[in-house]
């Protein structure tokens, strides 16, 4: 079963996630890929639940989507010690 199960009235296509650390940012519709993806790096990272699709256009203010908050949940920090 997933971490993250979603809302009853919300498909898989209407949000995605965004993990960004100091050298890269990646989106994913699958936290787990994402998360997997950013590990292999060697720097810290968050991972952010965006209520947008997959392939929507916003802009990005200090490693983080700036859309509003009603949009926007954060999962969580990983940081160098949890890889």
């Known amino acids: 079963m997933s971490k993250h199960p979603k809302p009853k009235h919300q498909s898989e296509h209407d949000h ?3 993990a ?3 050298a890269e940012w ?8 994402l998360i997997h993806t950013m590990r292999r790096q ?3 990272f968050t991972v952010w639940r965006v209520a947008l699709p997959l392939h929507a256009d916003y802009p990005i203010k200090e490693y983080r989507p700036d859309v509003d908050p009603e949009l926007l949940t954060f999962i969580g ?3 160098t ?3």
């Open 77 to 79: 920090f990983w940081g």
């Open 26 to 33: 990646r989106v994913d519709s699958d936290p787990e890929e």
């Open 16 to 18: 995605h996630f965004y």
């Open 42 to 44: 060697p720097y810290p």
């Open 81 to 83: 010690e949890d890889q």
């Open 20 to 22: 960004s650390s100091a």
